[in-house]
């Protein structure tokens, strides 16, 4: 039998932190190309709290085509703002080949240096723009970067014999790896899948997903979003390991000053408080964007994204660090109010010997 050919489109994703936070509606002002607040498009009925708070903001832009071996990126790419201060740049690669060949366009694409350098030039243009609405600016040193699938095979073959005639090609290509799979990693590959109807299915791994069927553009919304919560993760996780080497090197720093004034500790206590605050609110904003609250198909996409990748370890991660912040900010605390106790105690100390000195001299 013929190996039927796919057509479809490859979405190549990356993202970077920007800032602090973003005030989406002074952004969209200062934008020049056309924007668009960025609700989920559903076809399928889902309840109404299925969706973004705030809605991020979505621009398309012209791009000159970039040239990846046989394959060409499209004339305009797709850059996404979200309040909490990340920012996705999307490429789309179309594709018209064999199952089998689609590997050499996911081997391309991993770390691709073109594209990593093309998509943060992109970024730093964008941030220039929108400059006065973002607190505190700067291009995170890291991004995270994923992959989508988006195809059909011709001719059309029914979905459960095309899995099962191409398994061994689409776990190659969701890690882009040319080396034969074992079994096992075979499995564990094509583990999560997901359909929602008999003529579309899902396939989600940690470097990339293939999705099959008609109108999917609600599901790479969910993967895109949860590739920006796994940026925001790493990049608060990284903030909390500086702000408690800080706090600790503030500890110390304390610990080996036999007597400090009582005002001394207000401005250590005042930067461990702000790192706390900021922490906190960021972690807050990312977890609380996305609202999928419920057992539904996009809920259960999300939640196979962030098995895939590993969001549950970052959370657990960040709120011990935080937990671990907030017991170094008490203790920080309780030696300032030892402190004040200490110097009190002294002061009475030096007025009672005042008093007893001046008791006793002659004419007094």
Request: net charge negative; proline share 4%; with cysteine.
């Amino acid at each position: 039998m013929e190996a039927p050919s796919v057509r479809g489109l490859c979405y190549a994703l990356f993202v970077f932190d920007v800032g602090a936070s973003i005030d989406l509606d002074e952004a969209e002002r200062r934008l020049r190309a056309p924007a668009h607040r960025g609700h989920i498009r559903r076809k399928r009925r889902t309840p109404q709290y299925f969706e973004y708070r705030p809605a991020p903001i979505r621009v398309i832009q012209d791009a000159e085509p970039l040239k990846l071996g046989e394959f060409l990126t499209t004339t305009s790419l797709e850059l996404v703002l979200y309040d909490f201060g990340a920012l996705s740049v999307t490429y789309g690669i179309p594709f018209h080949t064999q199952v089998s060949l689609l590997l050499s366009l996911s081997e391309l694409l991993y770390e691709n240096p073109l594209l990593l350098a093309e998509s943060r030039r992109h970024v730093e243009e964008f941030l220039r723009a929108i400059e006065a609405a973002v607190e505190r600016p700067r291009i995170s040193d890291f991004l995270e970067d994923y992959l989508i699938f988006e195809l059909s095979p011709e001719p059309v073959i029914p979905l459960e014999e095309f899995r099962a005639r191409y398994a061994r090609d689409i776990a190659q290509i969701l890690r882009s790896e040319s080396a034969p799979l074992s079994e096992q990693e075979l499995r564990e590959a094509l583990s999560c899948q997901l359909s929602f109807s008999i003529a579309d299915v899902a396939i989600i791994d940690w470097n990339g997903a293939l999705l099959v069927g008609e109108d999917m553009e609600d599901v790479r919304a969910v993967l895109e979003f949860a590739n920006v919560e796994l940026l925001e993760m790493r990049y608060l996780d990284q903030q909390l390991d500086d702000a408690l080497d800080q706090a600790y090197e503030t500890l110390s720093r304390g610990r080996a000053r036999r007597f400090r004034l009582p005002g001394s500790f207000q401005g250590d206590l005042e930067r461990v408080a702000q790192l706390q605050v900021d922490s906190a609110i960021l972690f807050e904003r990312v977890t609380n964007t996305l609202k999928l609250i419920g057992d539904q198909y996009l809920a259960r996409v999300h939640r196979f994204a962030s098995q895939r990748l590993h969001l549950e370890s970052w959370d657990a991660s960040i709120l011990r660090k935080l937990q671990t912040l907030n017991s170094i900010y008490s203790k920080m605390a309780d030696r300032a109010a030892t402190s004040r106790l200490e110097v009190l105690e002294w002061i009475i100390i030096v007025l009672i010997a005042l008093s007893i000195v001046i008791s006793l001299l002659p004419g007094l």
